[in-house]
């Protein structure tokens, strides 16, 4: 009988040890709920795309000659629709995230706030580069870092134009983030 346990306790700890009934279970679970999220997420990351990055026809918005240092100018980007369409362009005067021009200084956003739609085209505050507060809750946007926010009730930075320089033209070319107001960017 002796001789029998010692055989066993050897075959036991010659063979691979295996996983217990909680541990399957454990694994499997993990296992059928990673395919599912990637499967979710999978399908949903086009439209994540499109909201982050929506390209449309270039828009010829102003010329070099017409900016002056901490002077927004107002216009309407990706159409003319009034009222999801307003957007500001500003020379800030020290680089900035997606900048364009000799300096890296010139930038757009639009110019509603991604809280509740608060217009914040006006509220551009030079000695900070920031734009905001809101009018409605006081968020404010940093206009050097992609529009990203550093104060209010705002979780989304405010969407930033995409501009290109030809020549001492100045294009809008697209959207990196989602305009107030949908489910997506608006079209053209």
């Known amino acids: 009988m002796k001789e029998e346990l010692m055989q ?3 075959v036991e700890t010659a063979l691979p040890s295996c996983i217990n009934r909680r541990q399957f279970l454990f694994y499997g679970a993990s296992a059928v709920s990673t ?3 990637s ?3 999978g399908a949903t990351s086009a439209l ?3 909201a982050l990055f929506a390209k449309y026809p270039r828009k010829k918005i102003a010329k070099l000659a017409d900016l002056k ?3 927004p100018i107002e216009f309407l980007y990706p159409n003319n629709d009034a009222t999801y369409a307003q957007c500001f362009l500003v020379k800030l005067g020290e680089k900035a995230g997606g900048g364009v021009g000799a300096d ?3 930038v757009a956003f639009s110019s509603l706030c991604t809280h509740m739609g608060g217009l914040l085209g006006r509220s551009y505050k030079p000695e ?3 734009a905001g507060p809101c009018p409605s809750h006081l968020t404010t946007f940093d206009l050097t870092r992609h529009g990203m926010v550093i104060a209010g009730h705002a979780v989304e930075s405010l969407p930033q134009i995409v501009l290109e320089m030809q020549g001492a033209d100045i294009y809008a070319t697209g959207v990196s983030g989602l ?3 949908g489910a997506k960017n608006p079209g053209v």
């Open 128 to 130: 900070h580069k920031v």
């Open 179 to 181: 305009i107030f107001g």
């Open 104 to 106: 890296k200084d010139i």
């Open 35 to 37: 395919l599912a999220l």
């Open 8 to 10: 066993k306790k050897q």
């Open 48 to 50: 994540a795309s499109e």
């Open 69 to 71: 240092q901490d002077v």
């Open 39 to 41: 499967s979710i997420f």
